[in-house]
């Protein structure tokens, strides 16, 4: 498995921005398409966006469509979550994950690579 470590996370106030970076290291991190997922307080982790392996075929949950834009840099080993026009309701530990030889999924129980996630704090 790929080894994926989670940075960029901390606190905004609403309207604002940040981005995530995601830094994959013990496999050939263009074999994997990549996801980003997020688990609020006393909640399922869900789907927020996903990449295929070559950077084509975004997908994105509807609560985030419009607002959030993944993008990968494979010279860079790196998967990226730009979020825009943040809301309290966007708080979350935010987790990438990653699928072999897989697609742009949304399905959580497709990725077998997890990282350690980052807290994303939006205040109102």
């Known amino acids: 498995q790929v080894q994926l470590v989670e940075s960029g996370g901390g606190l905004v106030q609403a309207g604002g921005s940040l981005r995530l970076s995601c830094a994959a290291s013990g496999r050939t991190f263009s074999n994997y398409a990549m996801a980003w997922f997020r688990q609020a307080p006393g909640k399922e982790r869900e789907f927020v966006a996903s990449?295929?392996?070559?950077?084509?075929?975004?997908n994105y949950s509807d609560s985030v469509q419009g607002r959030f834009t993944i993008s990968r840099d494979n010279a860079k080993n790196t998967v990226y979550l730009q979020m825009n026009s943040l809301k309290p309701e966007d708080t979350a530990v935010y987790f990438c994950?990653?699928?072999?030889?897989?697609?742009?999924?949304?399905?959580?129980?497709?990725?077998?690579?997890w990282g350690q996630g980052t807290q994303v704090t939006v205040s109102s």
């Open positions: 990449i295929s392996r070559i950077g084509t075929i975004p």
């Open positions: 994950a990653g699928r072999l030889f897989g697609s742009s999924y949304s399905n959580i129980k497709q990725y077998d690579s």
